[in-house]
């Protein structure tokens, strides 16, 4: 017998969790900072500049990104790198993609 895929939404726990996680990019913000982290890990200095936007605003995006489980962090001296904790977490972005290109939206960075 096949081994019984599990659902996300088999448990009203699973259905928050993975509520909360998409939740974290609700935000043009935060799609733009995850967009720019596909191309690989990235200084906030580095996002601060491509995005245009002040640091605190950035940061704090960043942070609820950290939180959510979206993006990983470590420190070098005084640079903090941000990378995307998972290479899935870049399919489901251009899966979405897809999905608004043939609606003739596209998410770019």
């Known amino acids: 017998m096949a081994e019984k895929k599990k659902l996300l939404c088999d448990s009203y726990s699973k259905c928050v969790r993975a509520s ?26 580095e996002i601060v500049e491509k995005l245009k936007m002040k640091e605190p605003t950035v940061s704090l995006n960043l942070y609820r990104l950290y939180r959510a489980g979206w993006v990983t962090r ?4 005084r640079s903090v790198y941000y990378k995307l904790k998972s290479e899935k977490y870049k399919k489901i972005l251009e899966e979405v993609s897809e999905l608004y290109v043939s609606r003739d939206h596209k998410i770019s960075v």
């Not at 939740?23 to 900072?33: H, M, W």
């Not at 470590?74 to 001296?77: E, P, Q, S, T």
């Open 74 to 77: 470590r420190k070098v001296g």
């Open 20 to 45: 909360e996680f998409l939740s974290a990019i609700g935000n043009p913000i935060r799609v733009a900072i995850v967009c720019y982290l596909t191309t690989g890990e990235k200084t906030v200095k």
